[in-house]
């Protein structure tokens, strides 16, 4: 999967030295290290390409900087001025990628902006100085629609170091040093899932694994890297309209009309809310059905999703795999860059760019667990091959209040909504967590 991304390295040495830094960041075999596990794919990348000694920019938004490297060597650093709002769609996307092109001055048709020493590494995004009109004059802009944007002379020093093919590592977030006191000895408890991941959301922290590597069929969970792609190519307001072929999908949406236009934001709704088959396909149809999962695909590998594939925008298809430790890591990208599809996990209405042409109340809500208060958004999954499938992210308080968010994931299950049940109430009796709901449905299950 990876010679897709890197397919621009071009040299036989670049290749070799490429492939050895996917060997350095493969998922960790949870059985094999001692306790406690982290998981951090974002220091272990950075760890690979140093090892490497290779030549590459880090976008590190933790620190509010971008650092350059050479041979493997941070040289310099220059402050972000300017980045997205992941709040409004906006979140420049982390993963790693390389400099596609790189122009003295490139056009911003969306924004109408000149963006200086530009450097291209993803779809619409770019590393670049500070924006100004056709006039001359500078925006002045402290917020970007998702672009990096640096003071113009330190863009100028990014853009010298640069070079075509560089690897691009955007980091969201680091993890936290947050830790975890285990105050009970009990084993994590008998569930039906074949495997699962209980990981806290910041840190990384393991607590609770069953063949997480383990490559499984994933159904509907496939919405939510379909909603991230469309979501960070397309814009939100963009219109299309439903054709029969959109409508030949398994199932059948109500809001959903034949010859009606209906806008990206919109049709996010019955995919992520009831999980619409149609609406995948609807969605799908912005970039074309198999541009759209040609893109799943690269954008996994973006994530250092190795063992995940997609095959078709909806999950119905059981050849979209995947593994729970793979899956956590594409929850907390959503997390961090388009918190927004979560919130509409949940049923509640986000920044939609205009009124929803159908009531989102009315929509089945499918997701599990969205009558609880302390559910942090997530998404369920079911088809005969893949069985019961479930991305849940709840929050809790740990010590002296702490609020964390821990992601459940489970795969090939026969009763998700009970396996979460059964690892819940074992996280709170063995962590002394506490719920950050008033509600407590949930902890009450044995």
Known sequence: MWSVLFQSFGSKAMESSIASVKESILPLN?????????????????????????????????????IVYKAGVAISEAPIYAKGDPQGWGGTPAGLY??????????????????????????KYYVHGETYYTSGIKTGDDVSG???????????????????????????????SYSYEKISSGEPPLVSASSYLVTDLDSGFVFAEKNSQRVSS?????????????????????????????????????????GERYRVVELFYPLLISSSNDAAEATAGFLGRERTIRMMNEKAEALLMQDTKFVDPSGLDSGNVSTAQDLF??????????????????????????????????????????????????KTGYTKAARHTGIFLF?????????????????????DKLDVQRLYGWLERNYNL??????TQLSNAS
Not at 115 to 123: C, D, K, L, R
Not at 146 to 157: H, I, M, N, R, T
Not at 434 to 439: I, L, N
């Open 218 to 258: 994933i159904a509907s969970l496939t919405k939510l890297m379909t909603a991230t792609v469309v979501a960070e190519n397309i814009d939100l307001r963009k219109s299309v309209e439903v054709t029969p072929a959109m409508l030949e999908a398994y199932g059948e949406t109500d809001a959903l009309l034949l």
């Open 30 to 66: 949870l059985a094999t290290k001692p306790n406690p596990t982290y998981l951090n794919r974002w220091a272990e990348a950075r760890k690979a390409l140093v090892e490497a000694q290779e030549n590459f920019l880090e976008v590190n938004f933790s620190s509010n900087k971008v």
């Open 395 to 415: 929050r809790f308080r740990a010590e002296q209040g702490a609020l964390r968010t821990i992601a459940f994931v489970v795969l090939d299950s026969r009763n």
């Open 98 to 123: 390389s400099v596609l092109d790189m122009h003295k001055v490139a056009y911003s048709g969306i924004a109408e902006v000149n963006m200086p020493y530009a450097i291209h590494f993803y779809g």
């Open 146 to 176: 998702g672009c990096v944007q640096l003071l113009e002379s330190d863009a100028a020093k990014v853009f010298a170091a640069a070079e075509p093919a560089m690897p691009v590592l955007v980091i969201d977030k680091e993890n936290d």
């Open 329 to 378: 890591h594409l929850a907390r990208y959503v997390v961090n860059n388009r918190p927004p599809i979560f919130e509409i996990t949940k049923g509640e209405v986000v920044r939609t760019y205009g009124t929803i042409s159908f009531a989102v109340q009315g929509l089945w809500n499918k997701n599990l667990f969205v009558e609880d208060t302390s559910f942090a958004g997530g």
């Open 434 to 439: 506490k719920p950050d709901y008033e509600d």
